[in-house]
């Protein structure tokens, strides 16, 4: 673990097992944080997506503390990319989501923090599945364009408060929501961003993305 600093506190470089696997990670934080976020991003994605650091960014910002990590190694990355074997394994990421959160208290810098999640596309799938698993540790989940509907039988097991936010221009995954939000038995609300696609690519709508989660996510982590 190498740490430095950024322009809104400090971070580290992390290596993360899980199971038979090492995932690598980046911690940052600021001084105090108000919450650690962890982030699970979605099929073909990784740790480096601009979107997901972008409202990692925002977050900060807002006091919290943030990880990105890679759901998959590299070797898994590349068979994903040839086979797509394990982007819909919903249970498989779930259980490497889980194995980070058990790997948090020791890290010391966040260690303590309330936890919540940020899942986009299917991760959000994995993120629901994993709060479900670990529902004294998790305590909010923010989807983002996700495919919540994926977690299954999970959802009814979810007590985190929960946000979803779909883009408007989304139609397909705006229905599926819907129907997942039905089965959450927590606090929860479904939030549609007006203009919006998939991606969230259009000015100003990534922005506002960042704003509802890190007011969800102080709300619930930090009681602010």
Known sequence: MSD???????????????????????LA????AGGLVVFAHGSGS?????RNRAVAQFL??????????DLLTAAEEREDLRTAGYRFDIPFLAERLVAVTDWLPAAPQVKGLAVGYFGASTGAAAALAAAAA????VKAVVSRGGRPDLAGKALAKVRAPTLLIVGGFDHPVIAMNQEALEKLPSEKELVIVP???HLFEERGTLEEVARLAAGWFRKYLAGK
């Open 4 to 26: 430095g600093k950024t322009g809104h506190g400090e971070e580290a470089q992390v290596r993360i097992p899980a199971g038979g696997a090492i995932l690598e990670g980046d």
């Open 29 to 32: 934080w600021p001084d105090p």
């Open 46 to 50: 990784s740790r480096h997506s601009p």
């Open 60 to 69: 900060r910002q807002a006091g919290l503390g943030t990880l990105l990590f």
């Open 134 to 137: 670990r529902p004294a540790v």
């Open 195 to 197: 203009g919006a696609t």
